[in-house]
C-alpha cells in the first residue's frame, strides 16, 4: 500500500502464489488473480488459479479456483475468454470476443462505476465494451483511431480516465502508458 507522504506498507502476502492482476473495487475490497509459480502453461491438474477477494480489512472473503470441468473462474481465463462469476462462483457469462474479427486475446480488464466491462483485444488492437451481462456495447479500435500499439494493462481512475498500459515495440525500449478520457455512454 502506498501512503499520500509516499510511504510504502505490505498488506498482503501471496507467497507460494504469483499474483497477476489486482483490483480494488468501489467497496475498498482487494481482488487478486493467482496462479503457482513456474510456466504459466500448459495448465495440469495439479495446476491452481485463483482469484481471491480480502475485504477492507485485508482479511480473505472469497476464494474462486477453477472446477473439475476446467471452468476458470478468473477474469480472463486460459482459453482466451472473459469468464464472469458471481460472488458465490456461479457462472454469470462468458465472452470470446467478435468471431468476425478472428483471434481474440484479451490482456487487461477493467470496470466502470456503471458496471460496464472494459477488456484489452490485443491481437486486434482493440477495447471491448461490455455490461454487466456479457453483451457487446462497443468495440474501439485503439491503434487506428488512437495511435496505441501493443494494449496490455487497463485501469480506470476516479475522474473517468481509462489508464492504458502497453508493451513496448520494436524501436522502443520501454513500454508506455497512454491515459485516455472514456466516453460518457460507456461508462
Given at each position: 500500500?502506498?501512503?499520500?507522504?509516499?510511504?510504502?506498507?505490505?498488506?498482503?502476502?501471496?507467497?507460494?502464489?504469483?499474483?497477476?492482476?489486482?483490483?480494488?473495487?468501489?467497496?475498498?475490497?482487494?481482488?487478486?488473480?493467482?496462479?503457482?509459480?513456474?510456466?504459466?502453461?500448459?495448465?495440469?491438474?495439479?495446476?491452481?488459479?485463483?482469484?481471491?477477494?480480502?475485504?477492507?480489512?485485508?482479511?480473505?472473503?472469497?476464494?474462486?479456483?477453477?472446477?473439475?470441468?476446467?471452468?476458470?473462474?478468473?477474469?480472463?481465463?486460459?482459453?482466451?475468454?472473459?469468464?464472469?462469476?458471481?460472488?458465490?462462483?456461479?457462472?454469470?457469462?462468458?465472452?470470446?470476443?467478435?468471431?468476425?474479427?478472428?483471434?481474440?486475446?484479451?490482456?487487461?480488464?477493467?470496470?466502470?462505476?456503471?458496471?460496464?466491462?472494459?477488456?484489452?483485444?490485443?491481437?486486434?488492437?482493440?477495447?471491448?465494451?461490455?455490461?454487466?451481462?456479457?453483451?457487446?456495447?462497443?468495440?474501439?479500435?485503439?491503434?487506428?483511431?488512437?495511435?496505441?500499439?501493443?494494449?496490455?494493462?487497463?485501469?480506470?481512475?476516479?475522474?473517468?480516465?481509462?489508464?492504458?498500459?502497453?508493451?513496448?515495440?520494436?524501436?522502443?525500449?520501454?513500454?508506455?502508458?497512454?491515459?485516455?478520457?472514456?466516453?460518457?455512454i460507456l461508462m
Amino acid at each position: 500500500m502506498l501512503s499520500p507522504a509516499g510511504e510504502t506498507k505490505s498488506v498482503l502476502d501471496t507467497s507460494p502464489m504469483m499474483a497477476l492482476a489486482v483490483h480494488v473495487n468501489k467497496d475498498n475490497e482487494v481482488i487478486i488473480g493467482m496462479r503457482e509459480q513456474g510456466p504459466p502453461f500448459p495448465v495440469q491438474d495439479f495446476s491452481v488459479r485463483q482469484v481471491i477477494m480480502f475485504g477492507s480489512d485485508y482479511q480473505r472473503k472469497v476464494t474462486l479456483e477453477f472446477d473439475k470441468k476446467g471452468i476458470n473462474c478468473s477474469a480472463i481465463d486460459n482459453n482466451a475468454r472473459i469468464v464472469a462469476v458471481d460472488r458465490n462462483g456461479r457462472l454469470k457469462f462468458t465472452y470470446d470476443g467478435q468471431k468476425d474479427l478472428g483471434t481474440f486475446k484479451p490482456q487487461g480488464i477493467t470496470i466502470t462505476p456503471s458496471d460496464n466491462i472494459v477488456v484489452s483485444d490485443a491481437h486486434n488492437e482493440e477495447l471491448h465494451v461490455l455490461n454487466s451481462k456479457g453483451q457487446l456495447l462497443g468495440l474501439q479500435l485503439i491503434n487506428k483511431d488512437l495511435g496505441i500499439e501493443h494494449p496490455r494493462c487497463l485501469c480506470l481512475d476516479s475522474e473517468g480516465y481509462l489508464l492504458i498500459g502497453c508493451a513496448y515495440g520494436e524501436n522502443e525500449a520501454y513500454g508506455k502508458i497512454h491515459v485516455v478520457k472514456m466516453k460518457d455512454i460507456l461508462m
